[in-house]
């Protein structure tokens, strides 16, 4: 029934040829150390791949060729059961429902197929038939005679070759180049055999920490060849657990350690890095002892201090003037604010001076900015106010364990200083009129404005009582009801 050229007589040809030329190959076969397979009259078959234990699930019925879908349903018990009907030998190491070995023809015998796995055949599990899919859900597959669970080394398995060797499988390197692949060997009692190329070492070109509050927290990706890794934090091997490191990250950037998480995200791939061990001064990756691995259950994140901070500009932003605004803290490419925690007049005197303003000042909340986008970079800053610049100050870059609240500073860097606001908040500042507007504390819409006089003094000049249906017309934006 089936025309495909027997794999059996196949190899039996190499050994012939290997015979003449290369007497180790002939030993190594003799003594049964390679996988042998006959595909011969089978009614299932792979098609599309790079041998024939991958590709595209086609069975045959009544001499009739056909796929099966894949609809939710499908799983390993499924998979292993269409392994083993191509050889008793073999389960599966991976399936497909992504098209990667075309789309077949003829009828989709089944879908929603329910195995256990103990069926001898596909035909004995539980199923609906396939009538209603399309091609493009045709099942593949990749068969191995080795366990899935140690497959996950340097990469992801992705294909397999029937060699005069045995079967081996092959996959890109995750150390980050794709030109290059690794090879592992399924021996016949079972056991992977790393054979040939294996991965080189880890050239950790550069660390970056995503997805957490600001710049200098997250989870840990490197950077090897062109690709970005997560870390791994945590693993359990061989009964034993083992956690990952975090403070060599903060060292490679010059930054202080705080803090890690072992279990920042899970199940992430692409993996580089686990188990990693240093020793606590190393700011060196490659110093370090790890195993590399592919999947990453456990992503390791990591908390460090920016202070100080090497800014690349600071400035007011978003307000009605040069001296009024939100700060906008801008280091590499990233924007970011300043947290209100703590935050008091003295601090915000420095950052006026900063800036080149008046020393004395006032500052107000900004909870309205868009927060896409802007890190909170700078928190809890405590400045004498004498300071001229605020890394004279101390402050912390916040992190996971301690965010910042919504709400970023905003200034007033005015002639008139300080307005002492015991019972409102400042919410705009209007320069051409030098006025500044503050809202009340007290349960009703109530404002005041002052103005800034030539004598350098702060006058008091209304009381404003709005109704709330003017309120939102008067917030945004600022100081439009001037
Ligand atoms: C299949 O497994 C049996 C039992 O372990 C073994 O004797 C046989 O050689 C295997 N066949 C192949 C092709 O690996
Ligand atoms: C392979 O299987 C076919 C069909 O079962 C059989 O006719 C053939 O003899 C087998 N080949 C070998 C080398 O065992
Ligand atoms: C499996 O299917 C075959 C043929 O389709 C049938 O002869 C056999 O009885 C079935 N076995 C079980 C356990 O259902
Ligand atoms: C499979 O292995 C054979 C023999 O080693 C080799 O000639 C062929 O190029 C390989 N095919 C693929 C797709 O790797
Ligand atoms: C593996 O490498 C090949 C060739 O460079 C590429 O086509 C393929 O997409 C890679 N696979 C993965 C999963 O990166
Ligand atoms: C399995 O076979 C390989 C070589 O084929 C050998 O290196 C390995 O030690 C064996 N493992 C076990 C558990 O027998
Ligand atoms: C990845 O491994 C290959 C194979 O060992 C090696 O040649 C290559 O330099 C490695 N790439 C990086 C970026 O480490
Ligand atoms: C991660 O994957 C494992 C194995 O597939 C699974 O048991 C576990 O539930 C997954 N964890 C999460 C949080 O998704
Ligand atoms: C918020 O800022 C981001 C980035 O600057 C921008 O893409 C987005 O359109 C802004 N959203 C609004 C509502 O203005
Ligand atoms: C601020 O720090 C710089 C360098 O760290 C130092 O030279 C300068 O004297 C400090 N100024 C004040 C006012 O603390
Ligand atoms: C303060 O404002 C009021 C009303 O606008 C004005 O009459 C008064 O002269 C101002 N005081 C000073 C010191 O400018
Ligand atoms: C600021 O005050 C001037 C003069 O009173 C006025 O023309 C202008 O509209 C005000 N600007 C804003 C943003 O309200």
């Given at each position: 029934m089936s025309n495909r050229k027997s794999r059996w007589q196949s190899v039996s040809l190499i050994c012939t040829l290997a015979l003449l030329w290369k007497y180790q190959i002939v030993i190594a076969q003799a003594s049964g150390t390679v996988r042998l397979y006959n595909f011969t009259d089978k009614d299932i078959r792979l098609v599309g791949g790079n041998s024939e234990l991958e590709g595209r699930v086609e069975l045959s019925i009544n001499g009739i060729w056909g796929t099966i879908c894949r609809d939710g349903w499908f799983d390993y018990y499924d998979a292993d059961v269409l392994c083993k009907m191509l050889h008793t030998n073999l389960s599966a190491l991976e399936y497909y429902t992504d098209g990667r070995y075309g789309y077949g023809t003829g009828p989709v015998f089944y879908r929603q197929l329910l195995c256990t796995?103990?069926?001898?055949?596909?035909?004995?599990c539980s199923s609906l038939t396939g009538e209603t899919c399309s091609h493009s859900s045709d099942v593949g597959l990749i068969c191995a005679g080795c366990s899935r669970v140690t497959q996950r080394h340097y990469g992801l398995l992705e294909h397999v070759n029937i060699t005069s060797n045995g079967d081996v499988y092959t996959g890109n390197c995750s150390?980050?180049?794709?030109?290059f692949q690794f090879l592992y060997r399924c021996s016949l009692n079972g056991t992977w055999e790393e054979y040939g190329t294996r991965c080189g070492p880890l050239a950790v070109r550069e660390v970056r920490f995503v997805g957490g509050v600001g710049l200098y927290d997250g989870g840990v990706e490197v950077l090897v060849g062109d690709t970005w890794g997560p870390v791994c934090g945590y693993a359990y091997s061989n009964s034993r657990s083992y956690y990952s490191d975090g403070h060599v990250f903060c060292n490679m950037k010059g930054l202080k350690y705080r803090t890690r998480s072992v279990?920042?995200?899970?199940?992430?791939?692409?993996?580089f890095i686990g188990k990693l061990q240093c020793s606590?001064?190393?700011?060196?990756?490659?110093?370090c002892n790890y195993a590399t691995v592919y999947a990453c259950q456990y992503q390791l994140g990591v908390s460090c201090d920016g202070f100080p901070l090497n800014m690349n500009s600071i400035s007011l932003v978003g307000g009605s003037s040069a001296r009024d605004g939100r700060v906008e803290v801008r280091i590499e490419n990233s924007a970011g604010t300043i947290c209100q925690d703590n935050f008091d007049s003295k601090d915000a005197q420095v950052l006026c001076k900063m800036m080149g303003f008046n020393a004395s000042s006032s500052f107000y909340i900004d909870?309205?900015?868009?927060?896409?986008?802007?890190l909170p970079m700078i928190q809890d800053i405590q400045c004498t106010g004498q300071e001229s610049h605020i890394n004279n100050c101390t402050y912390r870059t916040p992190y996971f364990n301690d965010k910042c609240v919504d709400g970023a500073v905003a200034l007033v860097c005015s002639d008139c200083g300080s307005v002492n606001v015991s019972n409102g908040q400042i919410t705009s500042y209007n320069d051409t009129s030098r006025t500044l507007t503050i809202r009340c504390h007290t349960g009703d819409q109530a404002y005041v404005q002052y103005i800034c006089g030539n004598d350098g003094l702060w006058n008091k000049t209304a009381e404003l009582r709005l109704l709330l249906s003017t309120l939102t017309i008067i917030i945004t934006p600022p100081a439009a009801f001037l």
């Open positions: 796995g103990l069926e001898k055949s596909i035909h004995n150390n980050g180049s794709s030109y279990a920042w995200r899970y199940n992430t791939t692409n993996g606590s001064n190393t700011n060196s990756v490659t110093l909870y309205h900015y868009n927060t896409t986008g802007r």
